[in-house]
């Protein structure tokens, strides 16, 4: 995902941009760039492809004094990573930068426009110059900036966060969106800011304004903000938001990557989650959630992309093992593809960590529109989603999740999906409850064994590596750890490139088999439950033609040590004679942690950009 950040006030704006554009560089990006108006009365555009430190270098090569700039991180989508597509993009005249996250989906059509009728000539391949060059024209009609960009938003169409500066307007920065955020943040100092991603702005305020779809913001450089409605033009009033949260932190804590350090930090979130949600006497609250959202409910629908969508697969099987109601789950991209089917009866569950992922806000957005209620289980209160569902909103407070790769934020997703379906199991008396109490109870003693398990991370790095050079792994997890073996295979595959496929473990003598081979590794969750000999079957099957088996068991196990090649020993589980059915129910909190820590492990080995995988943004704010 593309970040923009801003500047306008009484300091040189350059520290500002380069600093803000730090706290975005966790969220991926190819490219990067700033445009300071300098005292001289023109605008500098400095912008390199690669790492920002290039950018950094090149504006060690003159010093920009101005006080008001732009700045951006870009993932390509249209254009390929290059200088001359990294943004800040120009008009023709250098009248006016901007910087552009989203899509514009009439790029095409006005871009012919403008070569035919202006005789415009571009100079990058990008959609994003196009936004540039209509405000150049609208400048040369002698409007305001202002004034041009109201113009301009009813031209363009596709999703857009935009941030603008012109030598004619030489003391205002100009905002829009349209399904993509940019906040305002308001400093100390009458500075103003601006950024598509509010941890940039933490470091300086935490007074915040979410700009609203199709709205204009004007910044000043005393301070002055205004905001007008898009569609007349009409000054409105702003709503200014406390965030709660602390600056991001981008001290990794002694370790080596922030995914190491975020992995780890998953037994204090747990803990956290629990004393948030679960009082002294057992009952669990969701202070953030409205009472009446469950009122006429009849369909639950969960959605989500990635790992919040196995997040998310595991709170279908939660919710129908505890609540008994039946729960359907679909990729937010693939209810997009088709017409939405909800109403005013169906729950929808949207799970996304960054709260920004365009594919879930569309779903979103669209079964809003069809009068479903919505509940948002996101990492940021601060996000587009979490505005969405106003009082339905459970927030998983894992702290800014800064690796690309979904750890931390996974498993917090999951534990208050296990809550939500304890806290409905004990409205609809689906189980008995003294086997919910003896649940909740035992969820208290997960941090801990998830402490030991961590702790064991040396010695999976030393039982994966010599696996390095193989091209194809195959996960393998039944039941609730079906969803682990997939999210898995996720983070093997974007964390070390390498191919990795999660299978329902049943599902491996319906076709996948035959992929098996002695260079096909499968790797298998068994823990102790009900599904512990089934899976084991299936990874026998496997290894009996050639595949090298590999597999998580717990210290207690027997019969799987003797099949497997290599194992990955975790602690053994909570379990009760009385209430065996429900020990898989703990497994995944467990199992997750050894997948998560051979992916990083290898991908550290094989010299991968771990917290920044290639191709890859933490939060995909285009479809
Ligand atoms: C997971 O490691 C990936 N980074 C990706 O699949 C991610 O989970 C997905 O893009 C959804 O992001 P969200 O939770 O912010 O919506």
């Known amino acids: 995902m593309c970040g923009i950040v801003g500047y306008i006030g009484q300091d040189n704006a350059l520290d500002y941009l380069i600093n803000s554009l730090r706290v975005l560089e966790y969220r991926g990006y190819d490219s990067s760039g700033i445009a300071i108006y300098s005292p001289e009365g023109h605008i500098e555009i400095i912008k390199a492809k690669g790492k920002l430190n ?3 270098e090149l504006t060690k090569q003159n010093s920009q004094k101005g006080k008001i700039g732009i700045g951006h991180t870009r993932w390509a989508t249209q254009g390929i990573p290059s200088d001359i597509n990294a943004h800040p993009h120009a008009d023709s005249d250098s009248e006016v930068a901007i910087v552009h996250n989203g899509i514009i989906h009439n790029f095409h059509e006005l871009k012919e426009e403008l070569i035919k009728n ?6 990058s391949d990008t959609d994003s110059e196009v936004i540039a ?13 202002k004034d041009s960009m109201l113009n301009i938003i009813k031209k363009i169409k596709g999703s857009y966060a935009l941030a603008a500066i012109s030598k004619s307007d030489p003391d205002t920065i100009i905002l829009t969106c349209h399904d ?19 941890a940039a702005l933490l470091q300086y305020t935490n007074k915040i304004i979410r700009l609203k779809d199709k709205q204009v913001a004007q910044l000043k450089p005393n301070g002055e903000f205004l905001i007008f409605d898009g569609k007349t033009s009409k000054q409105i009033a702003p709503q200014i938001q406390v965030l709660n949260a602390d600056p991001v932190s981008l001290d990794k804590a002694g370790y080596k990557h922030f995914l190491l350090k975020e992995i780890n930090e998953q037994p204090a979130i747990l803990r956290k ?7 002294d006497n057992l009952e669990i609250e969701f202070p953030e959630l409205d009472k009446t959202l469950l009122d006429n409910i009849n369909r639950i629908l969960i959605c989500g992309c990635g790992t919040a969508f196995y997040a998310g697969l595991m709170g279908k099987i939660v919710l129908e093992t505890l609540a008994k109601i039946p729960v359907e789950i679909e990729f937010a991209s693939e209810l997009l593809s088709r017409e939405i089917l909800v109403d005013p009866k169906t729950l929808v569950i949207a799970i ?18 069809k009068g479903a209620k919505l509940l948002a289980i996101t990492n940021r209160p601060d996000s587009t989603l979490s505005a969405l569902a106003e009082r ?7 702290g800014i999740e800064v690796s690309v790769a979904a750890t931390k934020s996974f498993t917090a997703q999951m534990f208050c999906l296990y809550l939500f379906a304890i806290k409905l199991a004990e409205n609809y008396k689906s189980i008995p409850s003294e086997q919910l109490n003896w649940l909740k109870n035992e969820l208290r003693y997960l941090p801990q064994i998830m402490e030991q398990t961590l702790a064991r991370g040396e010695t999976y790095r030393e039982k994966i590596l010599p696996y390095a050079q193989l091209k194809a792994f195959v996960f393998l997890g039944r039941s609730f750890n079906y969803p682990i073996a997939l999210e898995g295979a996720l983070k093997f595959k974007e964390l070390t490139y390498i191919q990795a496929t999660g299978y329902a473990a049943g599902e491996m003598k319906h076709g996948p088999i035959a992929t098996i081979d002695e260079t096909t590794p499968t790797l298998s969750i068994l823990l102790p439950g009900l599904t512990y000999h089934k899976t084991l079957h299936n990874c026998i099957e496997a290894k009996t033609r050639g595949a090298p088996s590999l597999g998580i068991i717990d210290d207690s196990d027997k019969e799987a040590r003797q099949e497997l090649h290599t194992i990955f020993e975790v602690p053994a589980l909570p379990f009760s004679e009385e209430y065996k059915d429900f020990q898989d129910l703990f497994s995944p909190f467990i199992s997750v942690l050894p997948l998560q820590l051979i992916a990083y492990y290898l991908a550290e080995h094989l010299g991968k950009d771990v ?11 285009v479809e």
């Open 273 to 279: 989650l629990l004393a948030h949600h679960l009082n």
């Open 54 to 56: 290039n950018l950094i």
């Open 180 to 198: 993509a955020p940019i906040v305002i943040g308001i400093g100390k100092e009458k500075d103003l800011f601006c950024a598509s991603d509010s």
């Open 118 to 123: 202006s005789q415009i000539i571009f100079t």
């Open 392 to 398: 339905a909103n459970i927030f998983i407070q894992a």
């Open 611 to 621: 917290d920044q995988p290639r191709n890859l943004a933490k939060s995909v704010t």
């Open 133 to 145: 060059h209509l405000l150049g024209l609208e400048l040369k009609k002698g409007l305001s900036l």
């Open 352 to 369: 996304s960590q960054s709260g920004e992922t365009a594919d879930t806000l569309l779903a979103v957005k669209a079964a809003l529109k």
